[in-house]
């Protein structure tokens, strides 16, 4: 197939830049009352980020920029079975790391790693190359063509929620569905498979507790305001103490102890606290920029794989910002998710700029003329 080769996709770059620049102050920020008390040291969660995630995540950006992605379709096999594998090995004892009622982690002694975040990056590779074959996936017969990786997708997902993490579960469902959906799936099949599991989602919602108990604070935060809803209740305090300009850099209260997970899945309150309101609206925009150029990627990529893998990609960051702002602004259920290059967390943070080298790698070919 004839390509046509360019230059990077140097706005998508410099947003990139922007993201993480900021991101690694707000988690400096975030970090330091928690790492003095439990660490000594005010800088240790944002050293482990840099030497763990960053350093890693951009050596690996830099590869996979250079790394022709159409390569990636010939490997999508084994890293599904490596995903699987992975998320396997977190059943096996002492072999998984369990933290807040959710075995997630592998410990490797030196760090830990976090296979869901791989199993979202893999899926989109797999869905990419699945999807992108139009003449096999658009076809009207259901067994061949949709019910495969919904297979694929759901065995995931499973494995995911018995973890449980149910959080992430519900965003590779949304990234998978989004890919589903621009690749062309039938509409009665997303129809159907929609019903199915928001039957499975209300399922595990009320034969499992303290998800009826996020539910109920999420339609009631005040309802047990020391117990369930505290999170989300301080959460929103610390949003609405930042009002429009905050409180400054590195004075947010919250993160002295009150906000609970304030350097992973609270980290946005934190920064709302000591920004206020207009400068995380600006960084909301700039974010929003960077997914819409990950957009504009997909749409001149080289063909349907660049497509729907720059799709997945973009997904992904969408996906995760919308949970997690969503959830700490009370407009969804609270649940356990990183924000892309903001949250603590090196998996998260390893794979974020694995997609992002992937993306400047699929901006370097021009769409054929005849495609």
Sequence with gaps: MPKTKHN??????????????????????????VAKQTFGDTNYFIIHQLTRGVLIGLIAMWFFSKFDYHKLKIFAPALIILAFVLLLALFIPGVGFTANGSTSWLDFGIALFQPSEFAKLALIVYLAAWTGNHARYSNSRFWSSFFPPLVITGLLTGLVVAQPDLGTALAIVFIAGIMFFV???????????????LLLTIGFIIFEPYRMRRITAFLDPSSDALGISYQINQALIAIGSGGLFGYGYGLSRQKHFYLPEAINDSIFAVMAEELGFIRVALILIVFSWFIFRGLQI???AADSFGKM????ISGYFAVGLLINVGAILGLIPLTGIALPLFSYGSSSMI????????????SKQHRPQND
């Design 8 to 33: 990077f996709d140097y706005v998508l770059l410099i947003l990139t830049a922007i993201l993480l620049v900021t991101g690694l102050a707000v988690l400096w920020s975030a970090s330091t009352a």
């Design 298 to 300: 997909s749409l001149n």
């Design 309 to 312: 893998l720059a799709i997945g």
């Design 183 to 197: 690749g062309g799936a039938r509409l009665k099949y997303l129809l159907w498979t929609g019903v199915g599991g």
């Design 351 to 362: 794979v974020s700029l694995i997609g992002i080298g992937i993306l400047l790698n699929i």
